[in-house]
Each structure stands twice: as structure tokens, then as C-alpha cells.
């Protein structure tokens, strides 16, 4: 087994930082960012340090230390990780501070030094997986989301380009379309479905359940972020963007599906808190992508609205993405941390256990309560009540940094 490295803990404890100044600021303006200047200074500020600078930043660390688990290998380059980590980091809250100056070379430049960690991110990944030599449907995945990360950054930098120069001025849309369905779909959709099929069978102690599936969610959801990609970038019509949709639907079905498979097969009767409510935040997801799916398929025509844009990127970031994140994060931070503070010193008098590191009571109440504020909020979005959203993101934030604090304080044992 790899020995545990002190890089994934990097990017978790960032993570941990992005998340709580995203709620900080999110408090402040009573979520005001989220609305019609979404695409303003505000907006661009809020969707980027929740993107990159907790959902990407906790989902890189991730990868640094899964990785491992999943290949019985060493990362490629730890000494690349770090060197990522810190390119990334000063990119990106550079570039924070230059959407709030609103100074566009300010910009230019800290979005290149984060998108060159994101590039050794790619090399580094790329390496260990080819060395590995280990392909099923989790690596497979793996690979992908890297690829359309690197994707992702590629379609911003264009659009930065655009924004410092005025070059292609008649592709700007397209590009903005590219960059936020591969950004989303691309790298946080295949990364979550393809960790969870090595998460969920650990914590659940699944065995002998089928997993035909895993490659069923794969091939569809590869094929809707890649249709939904052409589609934006080429200007084509919304009917491509329609079939784009039904399949990640499509794929977001089989994927419930066999969620269900691997919990069937268990043989812990409860796995936590968190692992209960990632399974079932996703069951929630799927029943809002079917009727998403259905109001596309009735009126295409609004599928791209501002405020259709805004209720279904809330149900996907905040409901499914970081939800499950912060699902995972009850078991995963705690693990970690036991394992590389007193793995080796199991068994002895005096060592604390691994559930004494988290209050499961407290993780299943701030869940609970987060769950519900996001709901508050989509409610808001869907009625345009700006005192409704303005009432759920006051309690979301609130209960957020409770939670994230819990989850923080395993790091003091």
C-alpha cells in the first residue's frame, strides 16, 4: 500500500478555506450575486471561487489521494503535485481578486498561472494511469474528467483572449457555452459518478454486484458531454442540445441504478450519515433531471433562459455536486487523518477510534439542514422570490460553515 502523503491535505484544507469564504461573501450580499448580474463582476467572483476554489480544489485532492487507492501505486510526481498546487492556488484567488478589480490583464495573467497547474495536473494524472496500465470504468473516468479539466481551462483562456483583445467576438457565446458544459458536465460529472464506484462498495462493504453499468453510465455520459461540447462550439441548433441533455439523463438514471445495486450487495448495514445522504441527494438529482429533461422535450426554445440557466446550474453545483462532496467528506477526511496521525499506532491503549473523530449525529443534522436551505433557495429561483433566496442562502451558508467546521475540527485530534 502507497504511504499516505501530506498533498492531498493541501488541497482539502484550501478547499475548506474556499468554501467558507464562499459562503462568508455569499452571507454578506444575502446571495444577491445570484440573478440578472450573474454574469458581472459579482457573479464571476461567486461561480469561481465555488467552482475552482472549493468544488475543483476539494476534488483534486481527491484525486491525489484515490488515485492511489484505486491503482496500489505511487503518484507519477509528488513533487509535480506540489508544484500544481501552488500555481493553482496563487491563480486562482489572483484571478479572484481581478474579477473584483474588474482589471481584465489582472485577469489574463493569474487565469494563466492557475490553467499551468491545471496542464501539470494533466501530465501528472496522465503519467500514473499510463504507467498503472489499470483501465476499467473508474480510471477510464478518471481520464476523462482530467481531459475535459484541460478542456475547460482551454475554452477560458479563449475566452479571455477574447476579453483582452476583442478577437472573435462572434464565438464568445459559444465558447462560454463550451467551457460551462465541460467544466460541469465533463469533469464533475465523470469524476463523481467514476469515484463513487470505488467509494460506495468501500464504505458499504459491497461485494459481488454487477457492474455492467459502470460502463453504461460511462459511454452515455461521455457521449452527452461531447455532443453538448460540439454543439455549443459550433453554434448548432438547441435539438442537439436537447439529445445532449437526454443523454446525461439518460446516464444519470443508470447511475441511480446502480447505486442501488452496490447498496443491495452491502454488508454494513449503515456506512454513515454522509455515504446515506450522497446516495440520496443523487436519487433527488435524478428525479429532477427527468423533469428537466420533460420541460426540454415540451418547450426547447427556453432551454438556454437566464433563469432556467440559473434553477438547473443550482440543482446541479450546489444540490448534486457539492452536496455529494460534502457527503463524502465525513468519511473521507476522518479516514485520511486517522490513517496518517495514528495508522500506525492501531491497536495501542490510548489511541482514539476512527468514529471519534466525527460526531455522526451533528454530520446527519448539517445535512439534513443543508439539504433543506437548497431546496429553500431553488424554491426562490423557481417563484423569482429574491427574499426567498436571499432567507435560504442566509440559513445555507450559516449551516454550511457549521458543517464544514465539524468536518475541520477532525483535524485538531
Given at each position: ?277 450522497t446516495v440520496t441527494g443523487s436519487q433527488i438529482f435524478a428525479i429532477f433531471s427527468v423533469v428537466f429533461a420533460i420541460r426540454a422535450l415540451v418547450s ?114
Open positions: 500500500m502507497p504511504a499516505m502523503s501530506r498533498l492531498p491535505f493541501l488541497f482539502i484544507v484550501t478547499g475548506i478555506f474556499g468554501f467558507v469564504l464562499f459562503h462568508a461573501t455569499s452571507l454578506m450580499s444575502l446571495t444577491g450575486w445570484i440573478g440578472d448580474d450573474i454574469r458581472g463582476p459579482a457573479g464571476w467572483f461567486q461561480v469561481h471561487l465555488f467552482v475552482l476554489g472549493w468544488a475543483t480544489m476539494l476534488a483534486m485532492g481527491a484525486v491525489y489521494q484515490l488515485i492511489n487507492v484505486i491503482l496500489q501505486s505511487n503518484l507519477y510526481s509528488e513533487r509535480l503535485g506540489y508544484i500544481h498546487y501552488a500555481l493553482f492556488t496563487v491563480g486562482l484567488f489572483g484571478l479572484l481578486f481581478g474579477f473584483i478589480q474588474g482589471d481584465t490583464y489582472w485577469i489574463g495573467g493569474f487565469a494563466t498561472i492557475a490553467f499551468s497547474g491545471i496542464v501539470l495536473f494533466v501530465w501528472n494524472m496522465a503519467a500514473t494511469l499510463l504507467r498503472a496500465g489499470t483501465w476499467n470504468a473508474i480510471t477510464i473516468g478518471t481520464a476523462c474528467a482530467v481531459l475535459y479539466l484541460l478542456l475547460t481551462g482551454l475554452s477560458g483562456m479563449a475566452m479571455g483572449i477574447n476579453f483582452a483583445t476583442g478577437l472573435y467576438n462572434d464565438l464568445h457565446e459559444n465558447l462560454f457555452g463550451t467551457h460551462i458544459w465541460l467544466g460541469t458536465l465533463g469533469w464533475f460529472g465523470l469524476l463523481i459518478t467514476g469515484f463513487s464506484y470505488k467509494l460506495l462498495p468501500m464504505f458499504y462493504l459491497s461485494h459481488d454486484y454487477p457492474t455492467r453499468l459502470e460502463y453504461v453510465v460511462l459511454g452515455l455520459w461521455n457521449a452527452g458531454v461531447l455532443l453538448g461540447a460540439t454543439s455549443f462550439l459550433f453554434g448548432l441548433s438547441a435539438g442537439y442540445k436537447v439529445a445532449a441533455l437526454l443523454l446525461i439523463v439518460l446516464a444519470v438514471l443508470c447511475y441511480n441504478v446502480h447505486l442501488l445495486q452496490i447498496r443491495s450487495k452491502r454488508h454494513k448495514r449503515s456506512p454513515g450519515a454522509g455515504i446515506e445522504w426547447p426554445e427556453h432551454l438556454l433562459d437566464t433563469h432556467t440557466v440559473l434553477m438547473v446550474g443550482w440543482v446541479y453545483l450546489s444540490c448534486w455536486v457539492s452536496f455529494t462532496v460534502l457527503g463524502y467528506m465525513s468519511k473521507i477526511v476522518p479516514f485520511l487523518w486517522w490513517t496518517h496521525k495514528y495508522g500506525k499506532q492501531a491497536g495501542r491503549p490510548g489511541t482514539p477510534l476512527l468514529a471519534d473523530l466525527l460526531d455522526e449525529r451533528k454530520a446527519n443534522f448539517g445535512l439534513i439542514l443543508i439539504l433543506c436551505a437548497n431546496l429553500t433557495v431553488l424554491v426562490g429561483l423557481i417563484l423569482g422570490s429574491q427574499v426567498v433566496i436571499a432567507t435560504g442562502g442566509a440559513l445555507l451558508s450559516i449551516v454550511s460553515v457549521a458543517y464544514i467546521t465539524l468536518i475541520a475540527l477532525v483535524f485538531a485530534h
